[in-house]
């Protein structure tokens, strides 16, 4: 196959949403279609020791929580698809931002009975920085939840997207019958079955009798009128305006019972789009470059508890990836060769020979790479928009095993080159304070270090307010604001320097005293 062949068959795309709508679930239905597994895991079952293919953390099966993205690649029909399923806990939310650089396209999971929550507002913000175009799963309808229109217009109003139905549900809940499919005019009906694909009924338009044969009378008048609706209120659906990011197809159905799974896959292969442009500081990079460049949007550390390596996952943007090529560290400048680089199916690997734009490479990492590093053919590239955001949650990490020292400053540092959380260095007294955005990833950073790494911590209070990264063009300024502050000055792992406000009142203050300093609260700048 040629390299245009390969890129126009991949899809690259994210499942985001908050935790509980059903991501986990539905990735592992995507998988049970693409053949990649044979039977589906349970998030959260005591009897089936069977667990979700994509939360295979130790942390991750305790919890019955996804706490750091895990990628699976497939091919579907003439497709390779490659999801990445991310944590929907907000305390994660870092993690699944820049995941969200890495992809071309989102499904966005919204449980029928909660409508958007909070965390899946923020996500779609994301996407709409980038333009990402994105489809909506409405889930869980064979438990009791709101009326379908009301989500709908919850969705325009929450998320700020125009949404066009392309499913629709006969009933929700216990007297839920099956999805009429109006992006290929058939009817899908719904047998409750977590393995088997319920049965579908192929008819000619929404007033064939067959309709009313299986469904009932009331139930089929009721769905024509619903459609009638539809066609009324919502534009036909623009397939240009969808991968523009301005308007989102909605489906519905339940990913437990794999029921509207398939629809939601065979309609998002036809028009979620290939491979797209990536944008550097220095220029467009088109997927279909002779030469290759990608950049890591992630580092996980531990994935085989065997082996104490590093994975720096790498999301090719243009070219092809060949295995044990040359290729350019721009940040060291050094020329490395890759003997090893593997594909995902989760924490499963296997070592690929070749891959091209939109998959994702992992590489072996010895503590060469840190996050939006870029690799090339030999250009030099910097790809933008892999931002760490100020952290809200501050505690000093404190050894608790005065022989495991030095085990301890390299999960540490290991951690927070994966990204978890962010490491400040208090200038006054020299403590190590760890910032998060959420107090659950205290808990996953103490129970990683001491099975991953067997270091021992306890964490001791600190009160802040946030950590903001200072600059000046200004000398003279900077270090009349650093020497004031002196108490509050820290450098984060890059060496930069933080100002860590223990107020609202303190930063906004200190805003107003030094006018030639520029705060900021996210460290890309």
């Known amino acids: ?26 990735t592992e239905k995507l998988l049970l279609f693409g053949g990649a597994i044979h039977i589906a895991g349970a998030v ?23 706490v750091a993205t895990s990628v699976m690649g497939f091919n579907y029909g003439d497709y390779k698809i490659n999801i990445l399923d991310t944590p929907g806990h907000q305390d994660f939310a870092e993690d699944t931002y820049r995941t969200l650089t890495a992809v071309d396209s989102v499904i966005i999971v919204v449980d029928v009975a909660k409508g958007v929550e909070q965390q899946t507002r923020r996500l779609m913000e994301v996407c709409r920085m980038r333009n990402t175009p994105v489809i909506i799963f409405v889930n869980k309808l064979d438990r009791e939840g709101r009326d379908p229109f009301d989500i709908l217009d919850e969705l325009e109003s929450e998320l700020k997207i125009k949404v066009r139905p392309l499913s ?28 088997r694909v319920s049965e579908r009924v192929e008819i000619e338009s929404v007033d064939d009798p067959r309709i009313d044969e299986n469904v009932g009378e009331k139930d089929a008048a009721k769905l024509r009128e619903d459609l009638e609706l539809i ?3 919502y534009p036909e659906f623009n397939v240009d305006e969808y991968l523009q990011g301005k308007v989102a197809p909605v489906f519905f159905g339940s990913a437990l019972n794999t029921f509207g799974v398939k629809e939601l896959l065979d309609c998002f292969v036809k028009i979620a789009p290939a491979p797209r442009p990536t944008k550097t500081e220095e220029r467009v990079i088109n997927p279909d ?5 990608g950049f890591v949007f992630k580092i996980h550390a531990n994935m085989d508890p065997n082996h104490r390596s590093c994975i720096a996952f790498v999301k090719i943007c243009s070219g092809k990836f060949e295995r044990n090529a040359p290729y350019k560290h721009v940040r060291s400048g050094k020329i490395m060769k890759f003997a090893a680089p593997t594909a995902f199916m989760a924490q499963k690997k296997s070592i690929v020979d070749e891959a091209y734009p939109g998959d994702i490479v992992g590489i072996p990492d010895t503590g060469n790479f840190k996050i939006g590093d870029t690799l090339t053919s030999g250009e030099i590239l910097h790809f933008k928009g892999l931002p760490s955001f100020s952290p809200e949650m501050f505690k000093y990490i404190e050894n608790s095993d005065p022989m495991k020292a030095k085990q301890l400053e390299k999960g540490v540092q290991q951690l927070m080159d994966e990204g978890v959380a962010q490491l400040f260095v208090n200038q006054f ?24 790494y067997g270091a021992q911590c306890r964490w001791e209070p600190i009160s802040l307010y946030k950590a903001c990264w200072i600059e000046s063009d200004d000398p003279e300024a900077l270090a009349a604001f650093k020497k004031r502050k002196f108490q509050f000055m820290a450098v984060d792992k890059e060496g930069r320097d933080v100002f860590l406000a223990d ?21 890309e700048f």
């Open 1 to 26: 196959m040629s390299l245009q062949e390969e890129i126009s068959r991949r899809r690259t795309f994210a499942i985001i949403s908050h935790p509980d709508a059903g991501k986990t679930t539905l």
């Open 44 to 66: 959260k079952s005591n009897k089936i020791k069977k667990t979700a293919t994509s939360d295979w953390m130790e942390i991750e099966k305790q919890r019955g929580i996804s």
């Open 168 to 195: 629709w549900p006969i009933n929700i809940g216990a007297k839920f019958k099956g999805v009429y499919n109006i992006f290929e005019h058939s009817l899908d009906l719904f047998t409750p079955d977590k393995q």
């Open 231 to 233: 066609e009324g209120v």
């Open 289 to 293: 470059e002779e030469g290759f460049s």
């Open 429 to 452: 007294n020299g403590r190590k304070i760890i910032g998060t955005v959420g107090q659950l990833q205290f808990e996953v950073i103490q129970y990683r270090l001491l099975h991953e």
């Open 503 to 523: 107020s609202g009142y303190v930063l906004q203050m200190a805003q107003t005293d030094f006018p030639k300093i520029k705060f900021h609260f996210s460290s």
